[in-house]
């Protein structure tokens, strides 16, 4: 009779030896447990089998820093031609391969007063990298003359992992425009600033199991058992010592958990030992401080662990029911669906925000949907902005996007019932309306702090007239009439100038920074009834080492 190989490695052979040596290693562990009673405490010395994170490593995504240099464009005037011989020659070199078939003559742009040769560093995080934009910091050179980056646009620029410039491999780009804080009401270095959800990975990231001893044997059951639990073709045997995993489409955005439940999964099956492994675990989840591990081993154990599973979502303790909900999610269950919508309603409830966020595991999107809106109205605000993250997530289409520009998108989120404006300083730069439309009302006058921007509502005057000083010459553009709605009010400032409508200007080409400080002044002002809420700021300072 004929045996299966694929990569040399003999699949039948290899399940039945794994087998005896399992059977043989978990003999010993029942009689052991048989010899101890049956006593709910845990036996300290219980051994539950060899795990694949006992006979190998894996590698998953790590947080990586990374960092970079280029050239920040369409600065008015305030950029310099300082530029080290070292990296002068690396953006020549660059600008070449980017624009082969070009004209420009690379030293005239680096040596322009428009334009800006800067530093870069970017923390990649650890998920799946195609999926994930990330922010970038962007410093002018110190010893340059180059007084502010406001108003400027990263061109396309590559980044390394940190301490390899030039000599490693490139792991991701970086483009578009600077963001300079405007909110804060401290005086704000313009020499720094961010591309929010300007950074974009390569390639995507690949977790691998590295084996301590290299075994085709070994391999090719690690393989056949991740197969056997996540789907034929998440993990591939490459060698005898390494096996490349591919993320399942349900843990998108769960990749370190994946991981985690990888160097967690048993090798060794018989339903006896499984039933001993869920008794385990599932006290250790009921009783022990350290409920992640247990969360991990369970999940990775599989379906076998619901039954039991089920009976903690009427613990006394709101952890473990959150924990046991989630982990049933994520094994298929939807049975821990109201469990986890009582926590995330719970007014006093330190688990709010994490209830919420496991919410968006399940397949019942009506019932999630459902839930998530209802928190739309809550009085706590991270609970808002979770419930609104979620629904986002989920592409309801209760939320309705616009692209303003090239620079961010106005949210509109017309069921919830509390007025507020919450405006994004992370990831992709954004302006979300709850409770729109949102309108402005009685007469008023807005200006940008430097005076180039007024917006104003004379009395009797019905709509809203905006003007703005022309960017480059002495000349003011406007005034253009506009709707009381906030939504027209921030298109007409922020749409691009060259886009002409029924005969005339249709937008003043304002920045997202100008924009939310706008913004942020008419909700203090009263001008529109409205909360205003600052998302944070990128983490990235927290990696500068220069």
């Not at 991981?259 to 339903?271: D, F, K, N």
């Not at 994490?354 to 595991?361: C, D, F, P, V």
């Not at 629904?391 to 019932?417: C, W, Y």
Request: aromatic share 6%.
């Amino acid at each position: 009779m004929g045996v299966r190989r694929v990569n040399g490695i003999c699949y039948k052979t290899t399940r039945f030896i794994l087998l005896l040596i399992a059977v043989g290693f978990f003999a010993g562990c029942e009689q052991q447990t048989k010899s101890q009673g049956t006593s709910t405490n845990l036996a300290p010395k219980i051994d539950l089998g060899p795990t694949i994170g006992s006979l190998a490593q894996v590698v998953g995504p790590q947080e990586v820093v990374v960092e970079g240099y280029g050239l920040v464009g369409g600065l008015p005037g305030t950029g310099s031609s300082q530029c080290p011989p070292q990296i002068r020659a690396y953006l020549k070199r660059y600008i070449s391969t980017q624009l082969p078939d070009s004209r420009v003559d690379a030293d005239k742009l680096i040596d322009s007063d428009s334009t800006a040769v800067v530093w870069l560093e970017a923390i990649i995080p650890p998920e799946v990298p195609q999926r994930h934009r990330f922010d970038v910091m962007v410093v002018a050179l110190s010893g340059t003359q180059t007084t502010s980056l406001e108003g400027g646009w990263l061109y396309t620029a590559e980044l390394w992992p940190r301490g390899t410039f030039a000599v490693g491999k490139v792991v991701a780009t970086a483009e578009g425009p600077v963001f300079i804080d405007t909110l804060s009401t401290s005086e704000q270095n313009k020499r720094i600033g961010y591309v929010l959800g300007g950074g974009k990975a390569i390639s995507e990231y690949i977790a691998t199991v590295l084996l301590h001893k290299p075994d085709y044997r070994t391999a090719g059951a690690i393989r056949d058992k991740i197969n056997e639990r996540f789907g034929f073709g998440i993990a591939k045997a490459i060698s005898p010592g390494q096996i490349e995993l591919n993320v399942p489409q349900h843990y998108r955005g769960q990749e370190l958990k994946f991981v985690e439940i990888i160097r967690a999964t048993y090798l060794g099956e018989t339903p006896e030992f499984t039933k001993q492994r869920i008794k385990t675990f599932i006290t250790k989840l009921a009783i022990s401080d350290d409920k992640h591990d247990s969360e991990i081993a369970l999940e990775a154990i599989g379906k076998e662990s619901l039954s039991k599973l089920v009976v903690l979502l009427n613990s006394s303790d709101q952890q473990v029911c959150l924990i046991a909900a989630r982990c049933m999610l994520n094994l298929g269950s939807d049975r821990g669906l109201a469990t986890l919508a009582k926590i995330a309603k719970d007014p006093n409830s330190p688990f709010r925000v994490e209830a919420l966020q496991a919410l968006s595991i399940s397949s019942n999107r009506t019932d999630v949907v459902e839930i998530t809106t209802t928190l739309l109205s809550d009085r706590n605000l991270a609970v808002v902005i979770a419930a609104y993250e979620q629904l986002r997530k989920l592409n309801d289409p209760m939320i309705t996007q616009e692209f303003i520009g090239r620079s961010f998108l106005i949210d509109h989120v017309p069921q919830a019932p509390r007025k507020a404006i919450f405006v994004a300083r992370s990831g992709q730069p954004r302006i979300v309306l709850f409770g729109a439309p949102i309108y402005c009302h009685g007469d008023f006058l807005v200006q940008s702090k430097d005076g180039s921007i007024t917006i104003d509502r004379r009395p009797g005057q019905e709509n809203v007239s905006i003007t703005r000083k022309h960017p480059a010459r002495s000349t003011i553009i406007g005034p253009i009439i506009t709707t009381l709605e906030l939504t027209d009010i921030i298109k007409t400032l922020c749409e691009e100038p060259a886009k002409i409508e029924q005969g005339r200007r249709r937008g003043l080409g304002v920045s997202y920074p100008e924009m939310i400080a706008l913004v942020k002044q008419m909700c203090e002002k009263d001008i529109v009834t409205a909360e205003f809420w600052g998302g944070p700021l990128p983490r990235i300072a927290s990696a500068v080492k220069k």
